[in-house]
């Protein structure tokens, strides 16, 4: 279980085949989820199914590089998971990469909790969720003719 989340190209009725039409998808990318809850989705945070324009992807598009270009990664120790130790939930710590300064990062695209949403710390797995969803956005862009169809947004957890 977990946050999944997908874009879909669908017809101008907004009809699509889950199976055959997906443009995206993603994993417990918490941060990208909610800028669709913020600047899709009115704020409401369901398993509905919503219209992304062109401005849309192409205004995400732009944000997601913008924090990338902001962001210097050095070694630390990032959260891979958890485990039931002593009758509770200790992390599971490994070596890896972390954000140095975060504030963009936080400003514009910040993680957010929730039940199977995924990690909230801003490391080499936020960045990654970063680059993906330049490509997944430049795929949509080079691929949807927003004239004739469209590009719908669905997640659930």
């Known amino acids: 279980m977990g946050l999944d989340m997908y ?14 039409d997906e443009n995206g998808h993603w994993r417990k990318a918490n941060h990208i989820h909610d800028w669709f809850v913020k600047n899709v989705k009115g704020g409401v945070d369901d398993w509905g199914d919503y219209v992304v ?11 997601c590089i913008t924090v990338l270009d902001s962001i210097e990664l050095v070694d ?22 972390i954000v140095k300064d975060s504030s963009v990062a936080e400003r514009l695209l910040p993680t957010k909790s929730g039940f199977f949403f995924g990690g909230t710390d801003y490391d080499e797995y936020y960045i990654e969720d ?14 949807i003719d927003f ?7 669905s997640s659930s957890w």
């Open 76 to 97: 630390g120790e990032v959260k891979n998971g958890e485990r039931l130790m002593s009758g509770g939930w200790e992390p599971i710590m490994q070596d890896g990469k």
């Open 7 to 20: 874009l879909y190209k669908a017809d101008k009725h907004g009809n699509y085949n889950w199976n055959a």
């Open 53 to 63: 324009t062109r401005e849309h992807v192409e205004n995400l598009r732009d944000t």
């Open 130 to 143: 970063l680059k993906d969803t330049v490509k997944i956005l430049e795929r949509a862009l080079n691929e």
């Open 147 to 153: 004239k004739h169809e469209r590009l719908i947004y």
